[in-house]
Nanobody
């Protein structure tokens, strides 16, 4: 049974940069399509960006995240990363990583979710 654990959340100042990591275990990390999502208070979970499996590091981002977010992976460390410029407190949310074998994860279809890490953006 796979496990995903996010880290790096906390308090971020508006205009700063957020860096999160998602450490995986119990699965063959390089086999999985990986993604980052977030859920703001009172809102639906939304997609940020995704990356292909293994050496296929194709990335795709939500429109609001293009040019602002970078999703990367280190297959040797079984770890997924998110670096994101945070412009406003509206980015306050719980940030989640997700893993899916064979296809990109979506909010509705995936194999694994992490427990999430809270990011609070101060003005």
């Amino acid at each position: 049974q796979g496990s995903l654990v996010e880290s790096g959340g906390g308090l971020v100042q508006a205009g700063g940069t957020l860096t999160l990591a998602c450490t995986t275990s119990g699965l063959t990390f390089s086999d999985y399509h990986m993604g980052w999502f977030r859920q703001a208070p009172g809102k639906e979970r939304e997609f940020i960006g995704i990356i292909g499996p293994g050496s296929d590091k194709t990335t795709f981002y939500a429109d609001y995240a293009k040019g602002r977010a970078t999703v990367s992976r280190d297959n040797a460390k079984d770890t997924l990363y998110l670096q994101m410029n945070i412009p406003t407190p509206e980015a306050t949310a719980v940030y989640y990583c997700s893993a899916r074998r064979g296809q990109f994860p979506t909010t509705q279809n995936t194999d694994y979710w992490g427990q999430g890490t809270q990011v609070t953006v101060s003005p």
